[in-house]
């Protein structure tokens, strides 16, 4: 059965202070990794997409990276207004669908 | 990036009444469409597949009778809760595939969300 894990649950981080979100996944035949961020209240919002391992992408304060097993969202000195919910996501083999991992809540202190 | 609306943004009904979901995507077409559900603090689970043209997929333990879906043309997918009660009461978020051409380069957009309340 394919699994994707994501950790830790929650992080609280001060603003500036850099850090990392894990998300792992058990899969036969990765075809994307996706990451969204979710705030309270709305759908998620479409960050990056991932296709093979080594494979890295950035968009402002994030950088996503990925291995066979598991992916990275680096978050370098972050905002209060990055505090939100982050979703990996994982398309396998032929089918359409996404599988997430149950998200890391993250929290940024002024 | 790919725009997909969802109406209405808040429904609250009564239980037993049904309540009809619409999802658009207003500036692409999109053959297919997903629906999931969301429970407070937790991730998002789909529902079901939605085809342009063709009956939807359905995940095992989602009751295709009351989650009625239609995906009429290329830009529209709608969800029916038939008969609703308070346990249908949720956060349901459709989604809407961007198709490039490639088969490997399909990325997924998401609507904002649509809160049901039953009484």
């Known amino acids: 059965e394919d699994q994707v894990t994501q950790s830790p649950e929650a992080l609280r981080l001060q603003e500036g202070e850099s850090s990392s979100l894990n998300c792992s996944y058990t899969?036969?035949?990765?075809?994307?990794l996706f990451w969204y961020r979710q705030d309270p209240g709305k759908g998620p919002e479409f960050l990056f997409t991932?296709?093979?391992a080594g494979e890295e992408k950035e968009k402002e304060r994030l950088k996503a990276t990925l291995t066979k097993k598991e992916s990275f969202l680096h978050i370098t000195a972050p905002k209060p207004e990055d505090s939100a919910t982050y979703l990996c996501?994982?398309?396998?083999?032929?089918?359409?669908?996404?599988?997430f991992g149950q998200g890391t809540r993250l929290t940024i202190n002024p | 990036g790919a725009v997909v609306s969802q109406h209405p943004s808040r429904v609250i009904c009564k239980s037993g009444t049904s309540v009809k979901i619409e999802c658009r995507s207003l500036?692409?077409?999109?053959?297919?469409m997903f629906w999931y559900r969301q429970f407070p603090k937790q991730s998002l689970m789909l529902m079901a597949t939605?085809?342009?043209?063709?009956?939807?997929?359905?995940e095992q333990g989602v009751e295709k009778d009351k989650f009625l879906i239609n995906h009429a043309s290329l830009t529209l997918s709608t969800l029916t809760v038939t008969s609703a009660h308070p346990e249908d009461s949720s956060f349901y978020i459709c989604?809407?595939?961007?198709?490039?051409?490639?088969?490997?380069?399909?990325?997924?957009?998401f609507g904002p969300g649509t809160r049901l309340t039953v009484l």
């Open positions: 500036d692409f077409q999109a053959t297919t």
């Open positions: 899969v036969s035949g990765l075809r994307g």
């Open positions: 989604s809407a595939q961007q198709e490039t051409g490639d088969l490997l380069y399909n990325e997924q957009f």
């Open positions: 991932l296709y093979s």
């Open positions: 996501a994982v398309q396998v083999g032929g089918a359409q669908k996404l599988v």
């Open positions: 939605s085809n342009e043209g063709s009956k939807a997929t359905y």
